[in-house]
């Protein structure tokens, strides 16, 4: 039985600027696809680890527009973003990869000169979910601030993580027992971080650092939203970090 749920959200900035997203829910596994896939392609998925996903349709409001669509629309939707990813050229570029060992997360940048391309690949997990996120957009704008912060990395790395999560995009109900195996993989091609983690004394402590984190991240995020008028790749990168926020917030609350 498919006990998923499928729509499409419109969300319109102050300055009218329009994101399109196309979405699969259930308690396992949570699909984002771009609604533009012929000019900026993006795939976004999260997997249930210990708690479930969210599984419930959003309602409209005065910024975003929800609308109930099929599965085949779906279908449709995903496999031609998945196409346009898998055709795209990604080599001939720089690339970095930035290591936030607080949030688990590794976010890998390929500069492509020949097209213009920022490719982008995201993997992040959690007690609660994993997610994983390829996207991309035609603007060099945060080049000079990755290259700051980042670490250089291969082509041959870049090329074998794209790789990895494009191929895991494809593996539908097998995502959930195959998320710890991509993201092991990720931290072996890439290796720790360097920075020593601290050792937590207090666990009050812990948990109020934590929470205002996690906040203080996601209240930058709407501000963004609100004032910026970013890519919609970027855009659909935010909203869904909101979500995985809001969701680590709640579990962070209900074992405290």
């Known amino acids: 039985m498919n006990d998923s749920k499928f729509y499409m959200d419109t969300f319109r900035s102050y300055r009218g600027v329009e994101d399109i997203s196309i979405n699969k829910v259930n308690k396992r ?7 533009e896939y012929m000019w900026e392609p993006a795939i976004l998925v999260t997997v ?12 409209s409001s005065e910024s975003m527009k929800v609308k109930r669509i099929t599965e085949d629309t779906f279908t449709e939707y995903f496999d031609r973003n998945y196409a346009s990813l898998q055709k795209m050229n990604i080599r001939g570029g720089d690339y970095y990869v930035e290591i936030e060992s607080y949030y688990e997360m590794y976010s890998f940048h390929g500069f492509i000169d020949s097209p213009r391309l920022h490719c982008i690949i995201c993997c992040q997990q959690t007690i ?4 994983f996120t390829i996207s991309c957009e035609h603007s060099f704008s945060k080049r000079p601030t990755i290259k700051q912060r980042g670490r250089r990395i291969s082509e041959d790395i870049f090329c074998k993580v ?9 593996e539908g109900s097998a995502m959930p027992s195959l998320q710890d195996n991509l993201y ?3 931290q072996l ?3 720790p971080d360097s920075k ?11 948990y109020q650092k934590a929470r205002n984190l996690m906040v203080k991240r996601k209240e930058e995020i709407k501000s963004r939203l609100i004032e910026l008028d970013d890519s919609p790749s970027t855009r659909r990168v935010l ?3 909101i979500k995985a926020i809001d969701y680590c917030i709640y579990v962070l609350d209900s074992n405290h």
């Open 128 to 131: 609660a979910n994993s997610e």
């Open 162 to 170: 794209y790789k990895l999560v494009l191929e895991f995009f494809y």
């Open 196 to 206: 020593e983690m601290q050792v937590v004394i207090n666990q009050d402590s812990y």
């Open 48 to 59: 249930a680890r210990r708690t479930p996903t969210v599984d419930t349709v959003p309602k």
């Open 29 to 35: 596994v949570n699909i984002l696809v771009n609604g």
């Open 239 to 241: 909203r869904a970090q």
């Open 189 to 191: 091609l890439v290796g």
């Open 184 to 186: 092991n993989a990720i």
